[in-house]
């Protein structure tokens, strides 16, 4: 079997939800020892849905191949285990409510005057200032808060974005930062404090309509599936009632568009449309004029067009045309009941194991685990 990056690294994971559970994911992926800490009921992302073979699809996606060590940390006994524990770790990740487990005696002040090694990462939804360290912090509710809902969606409704976007991208981000903090580690020998918030990530993604608000002419409008500042940018009907998108970011692109691919070389040159300022300027006479076009192709026929033309485009698909893309990688997966799971593959293609990777089921593992970290007597 391959080496990987992280092998010989321990993780302790207190988490549950979604960010903090993909971020020591992407550390078990590069070959980490994840061992994840549940309460007795386990985490609440287990009982999402049943989708992947028995388990929540969330679960499943975030927690494959960790193991699964259910303690309650306060109680003595399961106190003592969890420090004991952390003492021999590399990394500690957690995202209860902020200061929950600094309170029961495990500040990260006190874990690395115990370990100097020991990176901790603290996930939270907002930070932890007071005004608003108490506020509840969903992905959705986060969508809202940063004002990502303000520019996503249609021009008469904000629309979610499809997935947990704000949890997604601070697991990554956390990630990211501890393996910063290893590779920092590695020439100082110690540890660092770090802490990622929802708030913070979808508030550094939201840079550029903030610029515009606070010292351009404001913020972009909702504008569904164009583009506020490019053109042509968005969706055209075809013949068979599909929708393709079609994306020109520079004038030779358009000039391709207009005359190789929808055979209208006089677009080229009429003057509402002569740059890109134009363009977006008389963008309805813009997409009038192309969809006229458009729809008198196939989806098939319009894509082949724009692909002979190398002029950029995407189909509008669904989840079942996902299933199917040419370019989606799998990964193998078993569900904590035995069910053979076909997942996404990992999004960076290298020297890793292929191997099959299971879900936990709750408390899978607190038997072994709580042998290794007992001390010996007599």
Known sequence: ??????????????????????????????????????????????????????????????????????????????????????????????????????????????????????????????????????????????????????????????????????????????????????????????????????????AEWMTVPLVHAETGSGAPARVGLKHPSIAPYGAFPTADHRQVLIAVQNEREWVRLCGQALGRPDLADDARFGSNVSRVQHRAELEEELGSITSTMTAAELRQRLLAASVAFGALNSVDDLSKHPALRRRSVTSSEGTDLSLPAHPVVGDRTAESRAVPALGAHSESIRAEFTPLTG
């Not at 303690?71 to 995202?95: G, P």
């Not at 874990?111 to 608003?132: F, H, K, M, P, W």
């Open 1 to 202: 079997m391959n080496s990987r990056p992280l092998d010989g690294v321990l993780v302790v994971a207190v988490e549950q939800a979604l960010a903090a559970p993909l971020c020591s994911s992407r550390l078990a992926d590069a070959g980490a020892r994840v061992i994840k800490v549940e309460r007795a009921e386990g985490d609440f992302a287990r009982g999402y849905d049943q989708a992947a073979g028995g388990d929540s699809s969330y679960f499943a996606w975030a927690n494959h191949g960790k193991e699964s060590l259910v303690l309650d940390f306060k109680t003595k006994s399961d106190a003592e285990l969890l420090h004991r524990i952390i003492d021999q770790a590399d990394v500690l990740i957690q995202n209860l409510a902020p200061g929950a487990l600094a309170r029961a005696g495990f500040a990260p002040s006190e874990l690395q005057a115990r370990n100097e090694r020991l990176i901790t990462c603290d996930i939270s939804g907002y930070g932890d200032g007071d005004a608003v360290a108490a506020l509840k912090a969903y992905d959705l509710l986060v969508q809202a808060e940063s004002g990502l809902l303000a520019v996503s969606g249609a021009d008469d409704a904000p629309g979610r974005i499809g997935v947990s976007l704000c949890d997604i991208g601070t697991g990554v981000t956390a990630y990211a930062a501890i393996l910063e903090a290893l590779v920092q580690r590695s020439v100082t020998g110690r540890g660092s404090t770090l802490s990622v918030s929802l708030f913070d990530v979808a």
